[in-house]
């Protein structure tokens, strides 16, 4: 894809992907099926929303917001203090393809998206339990903010 057709451009710009983050955590916050993967978030979720559409704005060929304001996203290492399984990733999965699916965007270029996350959540460490740099179970963080 050049600058004329990212996918950033395809969704529709700032606000597609913004309509898309917000999809997204308004449906961790509200749905029973992603329960554990909500719990991992602080109370307010507005840091989160923040933090992944600053990311996928960058991701998907629009403006490097996230690396301009914290440098490289070092997805794997900022990750490690979370416990982040199987079950976690799979909830994260389903809140993005349910966001997805409902944002009305053509099929290819959801199909694009859908191809790519897994490749991203392993980039997270979200195969497997991560471990803290004491080799202990990552921790939960609730209620903060």
């Avoid at 950033?8 to 913004?18: A, V």
């Avoid at 809140?95 to 490749?119: H, Q, T, V, Y």
């Avoid at 980039?123 to 740099?133: D, M, S």
């Amino acid at each position: 894809m050049n600058e004329l057709n990212s996918l950033y451009d395809l969704i529709g710009g700032e606000t597609g992907l913004r309509t898309l983050v917000d999809r997204f955590y308004d449906l961790m916050d509200t749905s029973p099926e992603a329960r554990d993967i909500r719990a991992l978030h602080a109370k307010s979720l507005n840091q989160s929303r923040e933090k992944l559409f600053m990311f996928l704005s960058g991701w998907s060929g629009g403006p490097s917001l996230y690396i301009e304001k914290y440098g490289h996203p070092r997805l794997r290492q900022r990750h490690m203090p979370f416990s982040i399984g199987d079950v976690e990733r799979d909830q994260w999965l389903w809140c993005m393809n349910k966001a997805l699916d409902e944002s009305g965007f053509l099929p290819p270029l959801w199909n694009i998206s859908r191809r790519a996350l897994p490749r991203w959540l392993i980039l997270c460490g979200i195969r497997r339990k991560n471990l803290n740099h004491k080799g202990h179970e990552g921790t939960r963080r609730k209620n903060q903010e």
